[in-house]
């Protein structure tokens, strides 16, 4: 297993930056710099449903309909998940109707905004693209166009808390 499993896949020479910054002690006050200290506002379920919903009727409005969002203290990194996007079919007659529900981790109530963004964003993808396929992609680039770098800078947010004792360390598929 790796020293920095947040971050398997990516290049050795990233890896060895993350390395050094760890080190120095600095990588979590880089990430302070960039993003901020102050805690947002979506604490609640309520907030994180509106918020959900915003963003999935400004660039989803055709996708199928979302019926809610909320942080679920049972997703933590143990299950290798940050978010989840949950499919329930009922029969209605003759017709089945189908509702989506995404659930994000608590820890993104005191993770910086554009990290939860970010997570919003990858799990509502899931409302078209089902796999992690270059069209999923393509679409979190659309709602997101940083989604790479965040992606990128949220494991590296998970890094340095794992170093400071707060979270546990399994690997995240990429």
């Known amino acids: 297993m790796s020293d920095l499993p947040f971050l398997q896949g990516y290049p050795e020479h990233l890896l060895e930056q993350v390395r050094q910054l760890l080190i120095q002690g600095t990588l979590g006050e880089r990430l302070r710099r960039i993003y901020g200290e102050a805690r947002?506002?979506?604490?609640?379920?309520?907030?994180?449903?509106?918020?959900?919903?915003?963003?999935?009727?400004?660039?989803?409005?055709?996708?199928?309909?979302?019926?809610?969002?909320?942080?679920?203290?049972?997703?933590?990194?143990?299950?290798?998940?940050?978010?989840?996007?949950?499919?329930?079919?009922?029969?209605q007659g003759t017709r089945l109707k189908s509702t989506a529900h995404i659930r994000i981790a608590p820890l993104f109530r005191d993770a910086p905004e554009p990290f939860l963004r970010m997570v919003v964003v990858h799990e509502l993808a899931h409302l078209k693209e089902k796999g992690h396929t270059k069209s999923f992609y393509q679409l979190c680039r659309h709602m997101e166009p940083d989604y790479a770098q965040l992606e990128f800078d949220l494991r590296l947010y998970l890094t340095e808390l794992s170093t400071a004792g707060a979270t546990p360390q399994p690997p995240l598929d990429r």
């Open 40 to 91: 947002h506002g979506i604490q609640s379920d309520r907030t994180l449903n509106a918020y959900a919903q915003a963003i999935k009727q400004q660039f989803m409005e055709n996708a199928p309909p979302l019926a809610g969002a909320s942080f679920d203290p049972t997703i933590s990194l143990t299950h290798q998940a940050l978010g989840l996007q949950t499919q329930t079919t009922r029969v």
